[in-house]
C-alpha cells in the first residue's frame, strides 16, 4: 500500500492527469492515517460507545416500564433512536480531528504534494464511517444481550445498513465544515450537541402522539422521527410506508449540501 513517502516522492514528477490516476490509492494513505490516530487513542471509541449503550440500559430499565410505546419490547422500540444519537456523538471528533490537521498545518504540508486536494477530507470521512459501524456493531451487540430481536431478514437489514451509512456520511460533512471553519477546539466539536439532542424531540424515545400539539409538529416534521421510523419498521420486518422516503430525501439532502459547504470552506480555507 502507498505511504506518505510514497507520495512526496511524485511531487514535480507527475502530471496532474497522472496525479488523478493515484486519486484512490492517495485515499487509502489518508484513511489509513487517520485510523492510526482512532487506535491510538481508543478512548474515542470507548466513549462513542459507552455513552449511548448507558442511555439505552437507562431508559430500558428504569423508564421503559412508565413509557407506553405500544410495542412488547421497549429496546426494540428505542434502538433506533441511540444508534443516531450514537452517530452523532461520534462525527464530532471527526470534526475535532479535522481542526488539529488545521492547526498544526498539515492540510498546508499536504497540498503541497501532488495528490487530490480532497483526499485528505475523504480519508476523515472514511474513517468516521470506519469507527461509526464498529461503534453501531458493539451497541446492537448490547441490545441482543438486552433482549433485542429482529425478524428483519437480509433485505431489510441492508437497508438499514444504508440508511444509517447515509446519515453518517450526511453527518460526517456536517462536522467537515465544522472542522473547517472553526476558530476554537470548543467549536469545532459544539454543532454536535443539537444532533445528539434532536432525537429527543422525535418518535425515538416516545411516539409523538404522546406530545404537546407544537412540540408533536415539529418531532413529525424533522429527519430524525423519519429516518428511525423508517429503521424501526424495517427491523420488525413490518412494511415500511412513505417515511423511508422523507428519511432517504433528508439523508441524501443534507449529504449533498453539506459535502457543497465543506468543499467551499476548505477551498476558502487554503
Known amino acids: ?16 492527469t497522472k496525479v488523478q490516476n493515484h486519486f484512490f490509492s492517495d485515499i487509502s494513505v489518508m484513511l489509513g492515517r487517520s485510523m492510526r490516530h482512532i487506535f491510538r487513542s481508543v478512548d474515542t471509541i470507548f466513549t462513542v460507545t459507552i455513552t449511548p449503550i448507558a442511555m439505552m440500559l437507562l431508559f430500558v430499565y428504569v423508564f421503559g416500564g412508565a413509557i407506553q410505546t405500544g410495542t ?60 461509526n459501524a464498529i461503534s453501531l ?5 448490547v441490545a441482543l444481550i438486552m433482549g433485542f430481536r429482529s425478524s428483519a431478514g437480509i433485505l ?13 456520511l450526511a453527518l460526517t460533512w456536517v462536522a467537515v465544515i465544522a472542522g473547517l471553519a472553526a476558530k476554537t ?40 422521527t423519519a429516518i ?20 432517504l430525501a433528508w439523508c441524501v439532502g443534507i449529504l449533498v449540501v453539506a459535502y457543497i459547504f465543506a468543499m467551499r470552506a476548505y477551498q476558502k480555507r487554503m
Do not use: C
Request: aromatic residues 12%; without cysteine; neutral net charge.
Open 1 to 16: 500500500m502507498a505511504t506518505i513517502q510514497n507520495i512526496e516522492t511524485r511531487q514535480g514528477t507527475y502530471s496532474g
Open 72 to 131: 412488547g419490547n421497549y429496546v426494540d422500540y428505542l434502538l433506533p433512536g441511540i444508534l443516531l444519537i450514537a452517530i452523532a456523538s461520534a462525527v464530532a471528533y471527526t470534526a475535532y480531528r479535522l481542526f488539529n490537521d488545521v492547526q498544526k498545518g498539515i492540510i498546508e504540508r499536504f497540498r503541497s504534494m501532488p495528490i487530490a486536494s480532497s483526499t485528505l477530507l475523504w480519508g476523515h470521512v472514511l474513517t468516521s464511517l470506519v469507527s
Open 137 to 141: 456493531a458493539v451497541i446492537i451487540l
Open 156 to 168: 431489510p437489514w441492508l437497508a438499514v445498513v444504508g440508511i444509517l451509512t447515509l446519515f453518517t
Open 185 to 224: 477546539m470548543e467549536g469545532a466539536t459544539a454543532f454536535s450537541y443539537p444532533l445528539i439532542f434532536l432525537p429527543f424531540i422525535s418518535s425515538a424515545f416516545v411516539p409523538t402522539k404522546s406530545m404537546p400539539f407544537i412540540v408533536r409538529v415539529f418531532a413529525e416534521n424533522q429527519p430524525v
Open 228 to 247: 428511525v421510523n423508517s429503521i424501526r419498521a424495517l427491523l420488525a420486518g413490518q412494511p415500511v410506508s412513505n417515511d423511508i422516503w422523507v428519511a
